[in-house]
């Protein structure tokens, strides 16, 4: 009751925006994500909806003036479903993996007791002894049925529910074909033990069961990812802030207890925790999980500074603007989760396919029975032909003619080291013909590395000598460009047991015993500082340059400039020229300044019309979903993962956040960008193979079903046929695994 009354207060909380995005709780399948889209769409006052079984959310949006929330979900619950306002990513995430736990023990339990049910089944279809027609017959598939109970009612029970509650809301779907059938063989079965009769049907109702539970289990696996992108995004934030007290004291709080207009304090090295403008201090933040960015970016007094970003360099005071919920990094976890929610099912080809099968099988299911009756045949022989025709019409082939085919796919590419996430990856990559990328740690390699070294002319220190010098000089410093240096400097930088280094604005400098003073930073810094640099060799560096110049001066003297600079994967150029050549068109979309993506995309020999420069994570995914075509994303920061959800197919590449990783559909675990166009090769010869399999398993649904309502199969030799049809779907995705060796990896039209 408490949770009831909590619920319906947010719930009116949200009356007036008109726009949410809401969870729904009990959500067993995608037919019943159907069917509750169906109730909301038909409500007066909604004006659009978009609800999402991967998720358990629906997009909603509706005229405050016209409905009320409370309404809405009054509907919804008549369903058996609760709407409610949006859950945390770790309680969705563990709604799932509940859901997923329950299902294993339903599958576990059906595997149990159905293997004794197919086997005293098996005893009657031999029959070598005449068991069926003597006394020790019905025993047997007395037996048989109550080994079948706790199938049907426990594995069986949510879907015969699902089945009612979608063909009451007039959006039959697999669980109502199922159920249906599933009820006629159970009952037929039991009206033949009353008779004393031991043809029974139970093993036909087991296998109904247990293949879309199998199915279920399978797909509900896939569907975490979304949960996952939105979970990771929010692991990035730290869980407390030092929150300043009306005395002047600091106490450290939940974040979420700090309300708009508080002051918060960062430390040196610190992630920033909420949305807030900067009011004392100054620094260098880390932008990279926001806008991608490799270098840090100055912040004074009067700027605004978002949840995420690393402080880099001293303490900063900030008057937060926006607590939990409402912060810029929270808005992009709901776009994931909307974009998720506007895609559609996975399996949006046998589904299209299951909703006019099911009607139909319906329809066609009645007719028989009706016709049988009016001809004068006996009841029996009527009921045996309708369940014949349910049996036979079960898209069991169709709903899972893709999963096979992307199983088998799918291994052999995680072999290669590319991952698919759901088979719709696989058919949508195969018809792309757009991919959008993100430059920095995409087509670059997403840190600074040394590029050259620019000496002055009578300096007598080699190269190794200056780098140990600088990354001496940034020993302790927690920077991009110090990283830089570090890895430049390798073995070769002794542990330094001196004084640290002073952190300034623009650079960094420290006193050493052997050295003397060491300077490293910016030329402005160096001049700050009383060293004087030759302007012809040190050019200053300007933000629109894809290159970092470094100075270094060592006792009052410059002696050199280190090029620092995100260098391209060694694979971008090759991979980019295979995409041409397949008939890909390639485009830049990054949060870097435009001369640096100019610079990047002209070594790639992608046109300076595609490339869009300094977008925020929000315009990234407008970009996506306005460009024209079948549109892929290559990203690997969080600031990705509303583009990585709202594309088509979204392909994280190696070393990639947790979130875009989860947001995306397609992974590379390792390779460079190369990968992209071999995961295309897979997925062209597996949509090929999922269309086959569709096919057939249509073929053998307009077949089989004739010869069902002519009486020409009984419902075991159905039930055998469409076992046999499931053999023959999975024998010819097999071939994949076989077919997808190294040469199917050569460039091809």
Known sequence: MERRVKYAAELDAL???????????????????????????????????????????ALVRWDPAR????????????????????????ETLSRIDRHVEGLGIRLALAAFFGMWTMLLSLLLYIDSGGIATSSGGWWIALGAGIASLPVLAFTGGPILLAGWRTLRTGVPGMDTLVGIGTLAALMLSIWQLYQGQAHVYFDTAVMLVSLLTLGRFIETRTLRHAAQAINALQDTLPETADWRQENGEWHRVNANQVPPGALIRIAAGQRVPLDGRLTEGSTQLGRAVLT??????????????????????????????????????????????????????????????????????LTLALLTGLVCLLISLPVQEAVLRAVSVLVVACPCAVGIAVPVAYVAAASQAARQGILFRHPAALETLARVDRILFDKTGTLTEGRLGLLRIERRADCSLDNATLIALAARAEQGVDHPIAWALHAAAGESLAAVAEAPAQRHQRGVSREDSRWGKILVGSRAFLRQQGVACNDEDTPETTSSDIQ?????????????????????????????????????????????????????????GIPEQRVYADCTPEAKALIVKHTRGIVAFAGDGINDGPALAQAAIGISVAEASSTATAAASVAIANGGISRIAEARDIARRAYHVMRQNLAFALIYNAFGLSLAAFG?????????????????????ASRLTSSLGAEDFAPSN
């Open 15 to 57: 009356q007036e925006s008109g726009h949410a995005l809401l969870s729904i709780e009990g959500l067993w399948c995608p037919s019943c994500a159907a069917a509750t889209q169906q109730v909301i769409q038909r409500t007066p006052g909604v004006s659009e909806v978009g609800v999402s079984f991967a998720t358990s959310t």
């Open 67 to 90: 409905l009320q929330l409370r309404e809405l979900a009054r509907r919804v619950r008549r369903l058996g479903y609760r709407l409610g306002p949006p859950m945390s990513a770790e």
């Open 712 to 732: 020409a199969i009984p419902p075991v030799v159905a039930a055998i046929a469409m076992a046999m049809s499931s053999l023959t779907v999975v024998a010819n």
């Open 548 to 604: 970092l110049r470094v100075e270094l001066a060592m006792a009052g003297r410059w002696l050199a400039t280190l090029v620092l600079e995100d260098r391209l994967r060694e694979d971008a150029p090759a991979a980019i020229q295979r995409l041409h050549h397949h008939g890909i068109e390639c485009a830049i979309v990054t949060g870097d300044a435009q001369a640096p993506a100019q610079k990047v995309a002209a070594r790639l």
């Open 292 to 361: 991608g960015e490799s270098l840090p970016v100055a912040a004074a007094p009067g700027d605004t500074v978002e949840a995420g970003c690393v402080n880099l360099v001293s303490p900063i005071v900030l008057c937060v603007e926006a607590g939990v919920g409402q912060r810029r990094i929270d808005r992009i976890g709901a776009r994931i989760a909307e974009a998720a929610g506007a895609k559609g099912d996975t399996q949006r080809l046998a589904d299209s396919v299951a909703r006019w099968v099911v009607p139909v099988a």
